[in-house]
């Protein structure tokens, strides 16, 4: 397929780049109380007749009792991530937060001080510059985007994007008001709660390891697709989702917009080991799938992964989390090419081509 049009803003390691970035440490925490999709479903205040976990393809998912939040998800995973690591947070120039949800004591949503400020505090980055980033389940992607530039132009040399999600809380909301499987509420259903955290630092401009190409649209039109916000009595809020309408725009525009990447990668869907999208529902992976095998006339070298169907849709956490998951299993290899795609609502649709390296793959214990 030909682009002639530009759709995505991209930024790669290129020819004036001073450095690149590589990914240093991927650490997450999800909650011990697991919560299966039989027993939510059994929590319904209405007799559905849903069977969720044929449609979905999620059996289980993680949730806090309330005992965690998103900010000390978000901190329990940055630990992870400097552990695994070997670094210490002292050392990071700056540190992003990218949640969707800031809720700390309880479900009281902080905007300041900002979340950000409040991980860097905790796990003792004290000389960190800190922000908040937003960007729906887009949200880390977006904020690994940010930093690579930053390092990219050698403005800083080491920084941590994290997340904590504790988003569950919509999924207990709606189980109080769906009544068929035309409700808006249905997607609550999916979520789970965790925390996830990206450490990267600078490399040599020429180093094979690293970000090599990011790139992000927003297609607008969709903005009213999903919306969430307090409604009547119920704690939190509500999310209001036309599931089949936000997955048909991700399967028509996502193919125009991985072959742009691609082409100015240099490299085909077959050079792509593995691809980690999104986890909103198993069968929504492997439709957007088959989508892009039949559009590119092939697909990558492994089958999308799936971890959605064990910890739900963990928002802007899902793609590290898989990572993660990915890497304890000893699947991915050093030196593979990886493609974490962002499909999230507004419709916000992205894609950073990523290479690991040995040192941090044997780190999680595997070794060629």
Not at 7 to 19: K, N
Not at 98 to 127: N, Y
Not at 136 to 146: H, R
């Amino acid at each position: 397929m030909a682009v002639d049009r530009h759709w995505l803003v991209m930024e790669g390691a290129g020819p004036r780049a001073r450095y690149r970035s590589r990914l240093a440490g991927a650490g997450r925490h999800l909650p011990p109380t697991h919560l299966s999709t039989r027993d939510l479903m059994a929590s319904t205040r209405h007799n559905t007749h849903i069977d969720l976990e044929r449609l979905i393809g999620i059996r289980d998912r993680r949730v806090s009792t309330g005992d965690e939040d998103s900010c000390s998800l978000a901190t329990a995973a940055a630990v992870d991530c400097l552990d695994r690591a070997g670094q210490d947070a002292a050392g990071l120039d700056v540190v992003i937060n990218c949640s969707i949800t800031k809720f700390r004591d309880g479900l009281t949503q902080w905007m300041e001080p900002t979340m950000s400020a409040a991980v860097a505090r905790a796990i003792g980055a004290e000389h960190a510059m800190t922000f908040d980033l937003s960007n729906a389940c887009a949200g880390m992607l977006t904020g690994a985007t940010v930093l690579n530039n930053w390092i990219r132009q050698g403005t800083v040399q080491r920084g941590l994007v994290v997340s904590g999600e504790y988003i569950s809380q919509l999924g207990q909301n709606a189980a109080r008001h769906i009544r068929s499987i035309m409700s808006k509420e249905l997607a609550c259903l999916t979520l789970g709660d965790a925390g996830a955290a990206l450490l990267f630092e600078r490399a040599p401009a020429d180093s094979a390891a690293g970000i090599s190409l990011a790139g992000f649209t927003t297609i607008a039109d969709h903005s009213r697709l999903c919306l969430a916000y307090p409604k009547g009595d119920d704690p939190g809020a509500r999310m209001f989702t036309d599931s089949r309408g936000i997955q048909r725009a991700a399967i028509a525009a996502t193919p125009y917009l991985l072959h742009e990447v691609l082409d100015a990668a240099g490299i085909s869907i077959g050079d792509i080991d593995h691809v980690i999208t999104h986890q909103t529902s198993a069968r929504a992976i492997r439709k957007g799938m088959a989508a892009l095998t039949e559009s590119f006339g092939g697909g990558p070298r492994h089958d999308a992964v799936i971890t959605v169907d064990r910890y739900g849709n963990t928002a802007s956490t899902t793609h590290t989390v898989a990572l993660v998951e990915e890497l304890e299993a000893g699947r991915i290899r050093a030196g593979e090419t990886i493609a974490l795609i962002a499909l999230a609502s507004g419709l916000e649709i992205g894609v950073v081509l990523l290479t690991l390296d040995e040192e941090l793959v044997n780190r999680y214990g595997h070794r060629d």
